[in-house]
């Protein structure tokens, strides 16, 4: 998700950023290049056209372009922008602020993942904030929607609504808002059924669902990989039924993140979840500011931070965390990183996080867990001296074939390894001057 985008803005944003004057013409160019991208990756014109706007507005003027550094001036301006485009800073919540049970209403077209985030939702709620949360689907039309339901609720530990054949999916509403007040649910999920494409009685029927449920969520669920239909779906949706948040799936796949992008400015409704995979823990907040920062190659430290809260050794994830925002990274604590990586799981979403690590996704191959390139870094950092690995601008040519030589390597995968670092300190230094210190504080927070 976001690669080609990505690539673009970084190499465009990277040269402004390395020149020490700039011009009006110097910033029209670059947004000519930041428009095409966009286009490119599937974002609405309007939305295109609004931000290249902002951007310009906001970069002419003496202000910005005779500042000391005007290439990480506009840098600035067009990181807000993409947050302002991806629905302003902070992760949107989920409401659940209704005397219990609260209903949560799920709705989408077939095939967009609802069944699976349903499940995904139960099991956040019931291991994160202890709810007890009773899962009902809703859905008669496919005769093994139900099931499939059930066996998601039997997988995340939560309850689900007895199956009585022949009910109505009003009718089943009502039973689960009515067990759920007498066995003191917290929260119902409603799964509602979806069609391959809207039509007016799906509408109906999630209206009349609605109306009989009165949810303090409506959740719409969207494929990430359809790009714009994804966002035309939400219009209808949320013109016909009202929409309070929208949950993006399929983010792990190589979507162009035109939806993303586009969502709430066509539609008005916040991205609140996202999911990145069939596993029921795949499923994140949506921070604008964090997947703003991975479009730049800035990484997403705070995102990596809670990822190694979850998974691992949370104390090692802050130092190195804490390192990286001090400029202070050294290939020791790359190793450390690299040990992290390999405990974390899903590899090439874990260096999207990584400020300057994007590109290596290609290198690797998720599907073989061919980790090979980190097993010879791994190799040639341990071949180093204490002093390089803290310094590695003292290794000179005669210490790299050394280098190389004691891990089994060649001189030019050193050379790789420690352009790659380079690169990674480089943004690392250009995270911090962007200030994105809150960030971290908020992780850790
Ligand atoms: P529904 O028809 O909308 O209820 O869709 P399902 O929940 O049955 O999901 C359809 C398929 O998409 C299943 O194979 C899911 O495992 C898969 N799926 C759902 N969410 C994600 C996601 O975020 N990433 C990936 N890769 N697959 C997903």
């Known amino acids: 998700m976001f690669e080609s985008l990505s690539d673009k803005f970084s190499g465009v944003i990277g040269d402004l950023g390395k020149r020490g004057t700039l011009t009006e013409a110097d910033v029209a160019e670059a947004m000519r290049e930041v428009r095409l991208a966009m286009l490119e990756a599937d974002v609405a014109l309007p939305v295109v056209k609004d931000f290249v706007n902002k951007v310009k507005e906001r970069s002419v003027g003496a202000e910005v372009l005779e500042s000391i550094s005007p290439g990480q001036a506009v840098a600035k301006i067009v990181n807000d922008a993409l947050i302002d485009a991806l629905g302003g800073a902070g992760a949107v919540p989920l409401n659940l602020n209704a005397a219990p049970p609260v209903p949560i209403l799920m709705v989408g077209l077939q095939g967009s993942g609802k069944t699976t985030t349903s499940g995904k939702i139960a099991l956040r709620l019931a291991t994160r904030e202890r709810k007890k949360v009773l899962l009902a689907s809703l859905d008669t039309q496919r005769p093994a ?49 979806g069609r391959l494409s809207i039509d007016e009685a799906l509408m109906d029927e999630v209206r009349q669902i609605r109306d009989v449920t009165h949810p303090a ?13 994804a966002v035309n779906t939400a219009k209808l949706f949320n013109e016909a039924v009202g929409v309070s948040g929208v949950v993006m799936t399929r983010m792990d796949g ?92 899903s590899i090439s979403g874990i260096l999207g996080m990584l400020p300057g690590m ?85 992780a850790s927070a």
């Not at 969520?217 to 239909?229: H, K």
């Not at 190589?254 to 400015?265: C, E, K, V, W």
């Not at 990596?304 to 390192?323: F, I």
């Open 145 to 193: 929607a139900q099931l499939q339901l059930q066996q998601l609720a039997e997988r995340a530990k939560v309850a689900s609504l007895p199956i009585v054949a022949g009910q109505t999916p009003v009718e089943i509403a009502s039973r689960a808002m009515d067990t759920a007040r007498r066995e003191g649910y917290d929260v119902v999920i409603l799964d509602t059924a």
């Open 217 to 229: 969520e409506t959740l719409l669920v969207v494929d990430a990989m359809t790009g714009q239909d």
């Open 254 to 345: 190589d979507a162009r993140g035109g939806a993303a992008l586009s969502m709430r400015a066509i539609t008005g409704a916040p991205i609140k979840l996202t999911g990145s995979g069939e596993k029921l823990d795949a499923l994140e907040e949506f921070h604008p500011e964090r997947v703003a920062g991975r479009i730049l190659g800035l990484g997403d430290i705070a995102g990596l931070v809670e990822k190694a809260a979850d998974t691992l050794d949370q104390e090692e994830g802050e130092r190195l965390a804490k390192k990286m925002m001090a400029g202070k990274f050294d290939l020791d604590d790359y190793a450390s990183q690299i040990r992290q990586i390999q405990k974390m799981g």
């Open 358 to 442: 994007g590109k290596m996704k290609d290198m690797v191959d998720e599907k073989k867990l061919d980790t090979t390139i980190f097993k010879k870094h791994q190799a040639i950092i341990s071949s180093m001296t204490k002093g390089e690995r803290k310094t590695p601008d003292i290794i000179k040519a005669s210490r790299k074939k050394r280098i190389a030589a004691g891990s089994g390597t060649t001189v030019q995968d050193v050379n790789k390894l420690l352009k790659q670092f380079d690169d990674m300190s480089t943004m690392m230094k250009r995270v911090n001057k962007l200030g994105l210190k809150g960030l971290m504080r908020q």
